[in-house]
């Protein structure tokens, strides 16, 4: 088996540290993924919501009462413009990725396909597409993390994109113009990806926040265009990979970390409107999400939590109590990437959101917190 190299590595990804022998681990362990995840001593039930997913990602309920997964997608084979050193050469499609509806746990398609990419065989050609869809109002809008011309996609930038009625989508911000334009004080230059690799987005006021991991920053976009940097994360906290944001009074925002895991090493970040930044909770392993119930309690998502190289089956879901107790929710998932709570108080996971090449396997699991 190919042997991981020890090095910095962002949410793009996760996909050069999924390497073979994740991927083969991933493969021939998938007939099993629904039977894995379980709940630990809170007496948790954890049950399978959806399937038939593609490389799921963020996810919200629409104010139909609907769940909305943006999916990474199945990537493409058109090459990109430049190559990204760590992870490349990229190679895209504007049209493999999608935004999902779950209607009787099965996915159905919103409106026109997006674009979707991958990192090079050798690195095991893993997906970025749609990373997270938010609504304002029932408007619904999707964040773009895999495109742009460094993704094998040069006709469509990473975007935050409106969805319209009618099935088509228009751009409301072009990101990857913005990060070009608006350089962080310390990009690492290791894995610098010209696009960005946008991960998590939330709707606050009218407005949409986004978090960026690859440059670090959190980013206010209006739903006229505007794109406005609230937080410079890599000017205090150097390249630790923020990826997963949360609002509850102030921004809450946690990180993935670089590779290989070293377990604890994770944290949450409590950043306030004018961008300031400060450490609010630590231990953690590669945070992917994170959530707030109605009793102020801190719900995070760990994607894999063994130290060394990512690990399927050791993904789990944390409570952080005002206190700062912390007690194990679920554990046993298989490479989760987003969380949102639901309007019955449950918490939805998209699971299997990186990992398997097959079609169709990614999953959103329910969690039920009594």
């Not at 190919?2 to 083969?24: C, D, N």
């Not at 009618?166 to 911000?173: E, K, N, V």
Request: aromatic residues 6%; negative net charge; proline residues 8%.
């Amino acid at each position: 088996m190919k042997k991981l190299k020890k090095q910095p590595v962002t949410i793009a990804a996760l996909t050069t540290v999924l390497s073979a022998l994740t991927l083969v681990l991933a493969f021939a362990l998938a007939s099993e993924v629904a039977a894995k995840p379980k709940s630990a001593s809170t007496q948790a039930t954890v049950s399978v919501f959806a399937t038939g997913l593609n490389n799921p990602r963020g996810l919200k309920f629409g104010p139909d009462g609907f769940l909305y997964v943006a999916e990474g997608g199945i990537g493409g084979m058109d090459p990109a413009c430049v190559v990204v050193a760590a992870v490349g050469p990229y190679t895209g499609s504007p049209t493999n990725a999608r935004v999902s509806r779950i209607v009787n746990g099965v996915p159905t398609p919103v409106g026109d396909p997006l674009p979707s990419s991958q990192t090079s065989a050798a690195t095991g050609s893993l997906i970025s597409g749609v990373a997270d869809v938010a609504f304002i109002g029932d408007t619904l809008y999707a964040l773009i993390g895999g495109a742009g011309c460094s993704h094998g996609v040069p006709t469509i930038p990473n975007e935050v994109i409106r969805l319209n009625d009618d099935g088509s989508w228009t751009q409301i911000a072009d990101l990857s113009a913005f990060l070009m334009a608006n350089p962080v004080k310390n990009p690492n230059a290791d894995d610098f990806e010209p696009d960005g690799t946008w991960y998590s987005m939330i709707a606050l006021r009218g407005d949409l926040y986004a978090v960026e991991p690859n440059h670090g920053e959190l980013d206010r976009i209006t739903t006229s265009g505007q794109i406005s940097r609230v937080a410079d994360i890599s000017a205090t906290q150097g390249h630790i990979v923020p990826t997963a944001i949360a609002d509850h009074g102030n921004f809450y925002v946690g990180n993935l970390n670089t590779f290989p895991i070293v377990p604890g090493s994770s944290k949450i970040l409590k950043i306030n409107p004018a961008g300031n930044v400060k450490l609010d909770v630590q231990g953690l392993t590669t945070v992917l999400g994170l959530v707030f119930d109605g009793r102020d309690r801190m719900y995070v998502l760990e994607t894999s939590t063994a130290a060394g190289d990512p690990t399927p089956f050791t993904g789990k879901v944390l409570r952080v109590d005002p206190s700062g107790k912390q007690t194990e929710i679920a554990s046993g998932l298989f490479f989760p990437t987003g969380m949102t709570l639901g309007p019955d108080g449950a918490l939805y996971v998209s699971n299997v959101g990186f990992g398997p090449p097959p079609v169709g396997l990614g999953q959103v699991l329910k969690i039920t917190v009594p």
